[in-house]
């Protein structure tokens, strides 16, 4: 039998994975799988840079498909008018989309000892409970369900139901460590989150980055910075700059709404300093384009790779909604968060955890 496979929807989910196979013995090394989901997420040649640095066994292309990729699940989507109804449309749902993604896995998940999955509400949740097969889940980006816990707000009404419906009977799923199969869930810090799930364990992000090497800092950012040398030219240049704002983008909004959204923030910081942007990396607003001006960053690159690197040093580093505690490259750190927000949409879109 195999001993781990990680399956990963984002650069910053393989980063993660990355910090953890790290922290183990060296000869408890190169023994995993990575499975890369295109289902958000462009990889482009990462797989590649991955395997050269030798730190797993096998690194994995996954084409994982939404429901929306089947049409004859759509009847099981449509509102029949009472919960009844509806929580029979949905058993029926959880239960084909199961059987539908099976012949799609691309490796042979009962062959592994430990199954971990980022962002368990993918396909890839239903598959698992579908089958019966045991995971451990982990939380899809830093704090995540401290701003949105979105199996609660999915759910919300009758939610302790759905839950028992989920966790005891497998008859539908939910996901965060409500499935029956999910054995836990690994979150960065679980006092954060207003409401967790007693499947929840605590690992610190920032203890497992203290635990790095230089040796461990270099094999990541061999794997990750696809121009190392053009990045450390890019940060070299900037270095007799004395006030440098860093503007981290969101995939927020239409793209429209988006770019408008930056334009004011830039207007807001541009005062203080030379406005620098890092794009999100599922941000598809092509800001190469929108602000040829201001120097920018591969989008690629995790922003917390940044802190490897000592030549970056920022003023102050500002975000809308992504969680920034993590930087330690900027003087300050700005989240400017859901109020800023609320001027650009409907405060109910990104105000969820208020109305679980």
Do not use: W
């Not at 230089?214 to 450390?232: C, S, T, V, W």
């Not at 890092?278 to 995790?302: C, G, S």
Request: with cysteine.
């Amino acid at each position: 039998m195999k001993d781990r496979i990680y399956i990963c929807h984002t650069y910053y989910h393989v980063y993660v994975t990355f910090l953890k196979e790290l922290a183990l013995p060296k000869e408890q090394r190169g023994r995993a799988t990575l499975v890369l989901s295109t289902l958000s997420t462009d990889f482009e040649n990462l797989k590649e840079r991955v395997e050269s640095v030798g730190l797993f066994e096998e690194v994995i292309p996954f084409e994982e498909k939404r429901d929306t990729a089947f049409p004859e699940l759509a009847k099981y989507r449509e509102d029949r008018g009472n919960i009844v109804s509806n929580m029979i449309q949905r058993i029926l749902f959880t239960k084909k989309f199961a059987k539908l993604l099976t012949p799609l896995i691309p490796f042979q998940a009962k062959e592994y000892k430990d199954i971990y999955v980022y962002c368990d509400e993918d396909p890839i949740g239903y598959y698992l409970n579908g089958n019966k097969i045991y995971y451990h889940a982990l939380e899809d980006g830093l704090n995540c369900l401290k701003n949105f816990d979105s199996a609660r707000y999915e759910n919300r009404g009758h939610f302790k139901l759905k839950a028992f419906m989920s966790q005891k009977l497998n008859l539908i799923f939910i996901h965060n460590g409500y499935g029956k199969y999910c054995l836990d869930m690994e979150v960065n810090d679980i006092s954060a989150i207003e409401h967790p799930c007693p499947r929840y364990i605590e690992q610190s992000r920032q203890e497992l980055v203290d635990r790095l090497t230089p040796e461990d800092k270099d094999l990541i950012l061999k794997a990750f910075i696809r121009d190392k040398e053009k990045l450390e030219q890019q940060l070299r240049d900037s270095d007799h700059i004395k006030d440098k704002i860093l503007i981290l983008t969101d995939p927020l909004c239409t793209l429209e709404i988006r770019e408008q959204i930056f334009r004011d923030i830039i207007a807001m910081y541009e005062k203080e300093g030379t406005i620098f942007l890092k794009p999100h990396p599922r941000d598809n607003l092509d800001y190469r384009a929108k602000f040829p001006e201001y120097p920018q960053f591969d989008a690629t690159i995790p922003m917390e790779m940044l802190n490897f690197f000592p030549e970056a040093h920022f003023k102050k580093a500002v975000a809308v909604l992504t969680e920034i505690k993590a930087i330690a490259f900027a003087d300050e750190v700005v989240r400017l968060g859901p109020d800023f927000m609320d001027k650009y949409e409907d405060p109910l879109i990104h105000r969820q955890n208020e109305q679980i």
